[in-house]
């Protein structure tokens, strides 16, 4: 499993937030990159962090319970 911090704190910011454009203005990178490092924190972590609802990122189950030991 090959994670990185900034993958991390993206998904931090994620949850914190509510939406990626939030997240990375929090963080000061630009929303793609921000959704890229989401996306391949998913990747390999194996995990399906959110649903994506009618363009909104909804935390599932193990989203929430990951942000617990985050």
């Given at each position: 499993?090959?994670?990185?911090?900034?993958?991390?704190?993206v998904?931090?910011?994620?949850?914190?937030?509510?939406?990626?454009?939030?997240?990375?203005?929090?963080?000061?990178?630009?929303?793609?990159?921000?959704?890229?490092?989401?996306?391949?924190?998913?990747?390999?972590?194996?995990?399906?962090?959110?649903?994506?609802?009618?363009?909104?990122?909804?935390?599932?189950?193990?989203?929430?319970?990951?942000?617990v030991e985050?």
């Amino acid at each position: 499993m090959d994670i990185k911090v900034r993958q991390l704190e993206v998904f931090r910011a994620v949850m914190e937030t509510g939406s990626v454009t939030a997240a990375a203005a929090r963080l000061h990178c630009t929303q793609p990159a921000a959704s890229v490092a989401l996306s391949k924190f998913e990747q390999a972590s194996g995990l399906a962090l959110f649903d994506r609802v009618r363009g909104r990122f909804v935390p599932t189950a193990e989203g929430e319970a990951l942000y617990v030991e985050v």
